[in-house]
């Protein structure tokens, strides 16, 4: 459970949708960083790989429309599919607070072994699903 929501909650996360970041430095010395480099200076990416930036295109066209397209519907099935997870983690949730609250017995697995939780963990775990519920689910 926990495991679920920490890896649903990275891929939401807005640096994990992040687009690269440009680093270049104007003809006075002065460095600047930002989302896209200014046409006709040499910008390289910061962070992972500092691979050199791509030129912007110098006018719109045909294909350059037609990329935004493409890029556009894959931005939509990646923001269905965030969506999809985010439900499916609030139902999971929701199922399970409501096990939580309704069962006093409630056991775990421990290495092949099965555990009854004491009351002060049910009640804490209770108020953790709770709380993500609160953060993650409308």
Known sequence: MMLLTASL???????????PIYKWVDPQGVT???AQPPQGVEATTVGKSAAP???PPAAASGGVIGDQKAIDQQVKKQVA?????????????????AQLQNNPR?????EGEMRRL????RRQRIDE???QIEENCQ
């Open 32 to 34: 600047h960083f930002g």
């Open 118 to 121: 004491t009351d002060e963990e």
């Open 81 to 97: 599919e965030q969506e999809a997870q985010l439900k499916a983690f609030c139902e999971q949730a929701r199922t399970n607070l």
């Open 129 to 131: 699903t709770r709380q």
């Open 53 to 55: 930036a791509p030129k």
């Open 106 to 110: 409630v056991r775990e697995d421990v």
């Open 9 to 19: 909650l990275v891929g939401l996360s807005p640096m994990s949708m992040a687009g």
